[in-house]
């Protein structure tokens, strides 16, 4: 059973189009982020949610909204795409978002390509 | 700010030669810290973390101990495997207004030929 999977894994588009990245997790856990890795693998974390509530925002364009229907999801939506987009996104989860000792569990990534 | 500082890679090492991937860090407070391992086309997978000051995390042959006078992190294996080729990542764990926040460092590629 996979305990983080994200759809697509692949996603390939032009500038300007809208995208959706879907996540969920089968944990149990009540905290769920997306981070972005560059072309250089740099992991930057974007958000953070907690059973279904923003926690995290850091300073990531409004164009990328993301949306937690319950605490086992958390999609990705990202309009108006630009080239600068193109990475691989991680969706991630972890049990107690207010321990600083969890470790956070990653989906396969989704890499997405701007053409 | 918080910060995880890696050594730069690619490491290049023959089957059976000891690694030592360096990591340091800053951070306010008493930050965990973890070892994360990521395979060509897989997500990040904990590879091992230590919560506290001396504290040593191991798994698979990796081991690594918090050193909090040296601010360090540093991973080690007695003797790698091709099979251990990867990108292994250093990071962090601080609490934010009272919610975690990994910071991971940029990553050191491993590749051990045989």
């Known amino acids: 059973d996979t305990a983080v999977s994200q759809t697509p894994k692949y996603l390939v588009t032009q500038m300007g189009n809208d995208k959706s990245i879907k996540c969920e997790q089968n944990?149990?856990?009540?905290?769920m982020y997306w981070y972005k890795q560059d072309s250089k693998k740099f992991l930057k974390i974007m958000f953070s949610?907690?059973?279904?509530?923003?926690?995290i925002n850091e300073t990531v364009p409004n164009r990328f909204s993301p949306k937690s229907p319950d605490k086992a999801h958390l999609n990705l939506h990202i309009n108006s795409l630009e080239l600068g987009d193109s990475a691989v996104y991680f969706c991630?989860?972890?049990?107690?978002?207010?321990?600083?000792?969890?470790?956070?569990?990653f989906g396969d990534g989704t890499r997405l390509s701007i053409l | 700010g918080d910060s995880v500082t890696q050594m730069e890679g690619p490491v290049t090492l023959s089957e059976e030669a000891f690694l030592t991937i360096n990591c340091t860090y800053t951070?306010?407070?008493?930050?965990?810290l973890f070892w994360y391992v990521q395979y060509p086309g897989e997500g990040l997978q904990l590879l091992l973390k230590?919560?506290?000051?001396?504290d040593k995390g191991s798994n698979k042959g990796f081991e690594a101990t918090y050193r909090k006078e040296t601010t360090s992190f540093h991973l080690e294996k007695g003797s790698v495997q091709v099979s251990d080729s990867a990108v292994y990542f250093c990071?962090?764990?601080?609490?934010?207004?009272?919610?975690?926040?990994?910071?991971f460092g940029t990553g050191t590629r491993l590749l051990v030929s045989p």
């Open positions: 991630a989860s972890s049990q107690d978002h207010r321990s600083g000792n969890q470790p956070q569990h």
């Open positions: 944990l149990g856990h009540d905290t």
């Open positions: 949610y907690n059973n279904k509530e923003l926690i």
């Open positions: 951070a306010t407070g008493y930050p965990s």
């Open positions: 230590a919560t506290k000051a001396d």
């Open positions: 990071a962090l764990s601080v609490l934010n207004t009272g919610f975690q926040k990994l910071v």
